[in-house]
């Protein structure tokens, strides 16, 4: 069964790029299946996919932050990462990495981690 | 259009059936995914594609579509499956993927 496990900084100063690692475990984060993904979630609020990035490096991004975010893989350590730039009060939220099979679900999901962005 | 909407709070008798829907143009293209979040957790895949459940969610969770709507059916609903719902389709016309709003579900 998959795993993944968010990893980074807590607290981000405003302006500031929010980078985020997401370690996969139990399967190989290159197999063609899948596609991984970002997704966060504002305190009290709804989900929002960010963006996801193939095995091969293939890249798409939610419109409303494609100016702001990179999400970028590196398949020798099991890892993708999310930065976040310039960002402000309104980014902080819970972020999660997701697997999504074949990119129609998102199947495992990792535990969350919170990100404030504060000064 | 981008959106996928859902009631926000729905309430079912224990024991009862209770339908969640989630209506937006996507969805007379793409089947949605659900998903089960309870409090201080991360979502739980419970509905994907036509009518299909992951390993381990039980029989009594189904979904179904028809047009730009979609709906999670609970038949018999247990106090565990209080949580708040969320559809999640491909949007028809940009390439992104868009969850609803989410349903808080009480199941009384």
């Known amino acids: 069964q998959v795993q993944l496990q968010e990893s980074g900084p807590g607290l981000v100063k405003p302006s500031q790029t929010l980078s985020l690692t997401c370690t996969v475990s139990?399967?190989?984060?290159?197999?063609?299946?899948?596609?991984w993904s970002w997704i966060r979630q504002p305190a009290g609020k709804g989900l929002e996919w960010i963006g996801r990035?193939?095995?091969?490096?293939?890249?798409i991004y939610n419109p409303s932050l494609k100016s702001r975010v990179t999400i970028s893989i590196d398949t020798s350590k099991s890892q993708f990462s999310l930065n976040l730039s310039s960002v402000t009060a309104a980014d902080t939220a819970v972020y999660y990495c997701?697997?999504?099979?074949?990119?129609?679900?998102?199947?495992?999901w990792g535990q969350g981690t919170l990100v404030t962005v504060s000064s | 259009s981008s959106e996928l909407t859902q009631d926000p709070a729905v309430s079912v008798a224990l024991g009862q059936t209770v339908r969640i829907t989630c209506q937006g143009d996507?969805?007379?293209?793409?089947?949605p995914s659900w998903y089960q979040q309870k409090p201080g957790q991360a979502p739980v895949l419970v509905i994907y594609?036509?009518?299909n459940r992951p390993s381990g969610i039980p029989d009594r969770f189904s979904g179904s579509s028809s047009g730009d709507t979609a709906s999670l059916t609970i038949t018999g609903a247990q106090a565990e499956d209080e949580a708040v719902y969320y559809c999640?389709?491909?949007?028809?016309?940009?390439?992104?993927?868009?969850f609803g709003g989410g349903t808080k579900l009480t199941v009384l």
């Open positions: 997701a697997s999504a099979y074949f990119g129609s679900y998102f199947d495992y």
């Open positions: 139990g399967g190989s984060i290159s197999s063609g299946s899948y596609f």
């Open positions: 990035i193939s095995a091969s490096g293939s890249t």
């Open positions: 996507s969805l007379r293209s793409y089947y």
């Open positions: 594609g036509k009518n």
């Open positions: 999640n389709s491909r949007d028809n016309s940009a390439n992104q993927w868009v």
